[in-house]
């Protein structure tokens, strides 16, 4: 996190933006299921990438520099086609969950691999401030008895 990114102009970017998200999600929400990629859904993910990159000059992977130099901005679409094509590798797949209160594709980066939602902040407090609710509500509602 921390990166500037190229703020994308919408009318000229969002088609662009839209598909690698839409292949992106399409791609590896199949591959949370299946615990796998099948090669068959793979062309349209990697052609939406292809695009979002076509226009991008920046030099990315070198270490600590995933984006290139944080001095210098990557277009917004070319990193999201870099950091969707990163999800590519087998130990990320394997780490693929989908999350079970926003419905939200995330990668599951704890150490044992047993993150259950999304983002904790948000998604599990909400869980968290349900079944407190819930609890509360039938605590009273054995106490009115
Ligand atoms: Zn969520």
Known sequence: GGRPLVAPTPEKIAPVVLSIRETTDRLFRRAVSKGAITTGDMPEFLEACADGLAQSRTEIGRPGKLFGNPATPIAFEAALAVSA???LRGDTIARLRIC?????????????????????AVCGNRQKANRYYRRRTAAREVTNV
Do not use: A, E, G, T
């Open 100 to 120: 079970p209160n926003c419905s939200w594709l995330f990668v599951d980066k704890s150490r044992n691999s047993s993150r259950l939602w999304c983002d904790m």
């Open 85 to 87: 094509l990163s999800l």
